[in-house]
Antibody, heavy 123, light 107 residues
Framework: EVQLLESGGGLIQPGGSLRLSCVAS????????MSWVRQAPGKGLEWVSA????????YYADSVKGRFTISRDNSKNTLFLQMDSLRAEDTAVYYC????????????????WGQGTLVTVSS | DIQMTQSPSSLSASVGDRVTITCRAS??????LNWYQHKPGKAPKPLIY???SLQSGVPSRFSGSGSGTDFTLTISSLQPEDFATYYC?????????FGGGTKVEIK
């Protein structure tokens, strides 16, 4: 059974840093690209970042480029999101999502999602 | 960036109703369109990929159609467990973008 379990969320002051983790199980982790998708309170879904199965390619939304870093450790089946210079508008539930494909392509779609971890940026 | 516009933003329907949700892209995205169902406090659930392919395990009352810029998600006979918010998402180009969502409520 495919499972994705996020952790690392919490309350953080503006300007602070936080590292999210997503532990995957039930599939060959390196065979799938992964993404982070967030949902701010009362808002819709927003794609944040993606990484290829090998980890060689990374992609970011403009809203987080230069502040967030996505990475993965395929030996530990774990996806990360390092979030620096956090702003109030980064407050959201962050989901990790598995892509059906190994590398970014037009055929990609998210076929499994985690339950999410809440990040609150507030003083 | 490709903008995805869903309509309506919300609707009220009864169990057994046929429900149609529309998603329009700001430019042609061929058939690179996915649909998800989301309930509060839960992980989003994938429904449709490639505009019309049903994800494994999704009931056949869900169907998707369209290509280019206009797409629809249809629920042929609404069930109690279908009350949720539905999102379309394009995978044609980065940044990946979602529609604003359509909340399906009980009438």
């Amino acid at each position: 059974e495919v499972q994705l379990l996020e952790s690392g969320g919490g309350l953080i002051q503006p300007g602070g840093s936080l590292r999210l983790s997503c532990v995957a199980s039930g599939f060959t982790f390196s065979n799938h690209a992964m993404s982070w998708v967030r949902q701010a309170p009362g808002k819709g879904l927003e794609w944040v970042s993606a990484i290829s199965g090998s980890g060689d390619s990374t992609y970011y939304a403009d809203s987080v480029k230069g502040r967030f870093t996505i990475s993965r450790d395929n030996s530990k089946n774990t996806l990360f999101l390092q979030m620096d210079s956090l702003r109030a508008e980064d407050t959201a539930v962050y989901y990790c999502a598995r892509d059906m494909v190994a590398a970014r392509s037009r055929a990609s779609n998210f076929d499994y999602w985690g339950q999410g971890t809440l990040v609150t940026v507030s003083s | 960036d490709i903008q995805m516009t869903q309509s309506p933003s919300s609707l009220s329907a009864s169990v057994g109703d046929r429900v149609t949700i529309t998603c329009r892209a700001s430019q042609s995205i061929s058939n690179y369109l996915n649909w998800y169902q989301h309930k509060p406090g839960k992980a989003p659930k994938p429904l449709i990929y490639g505009a019309s392919s049903l994800q494994s395990g999704v009931p056949s009352r869900f169907s998707g159609s369209g290509s280019g810029t206009d797409f629809t998600l249809t629920i042929s006979s609404l069930q109690p467990e279908d009350f949720a918010t539905y999102y379309c998402q394009q995978s044609y180009s980065l940044p990946l973008t979602f529609g604003g969502g359509t909340k399906v409520e009980i009438k």
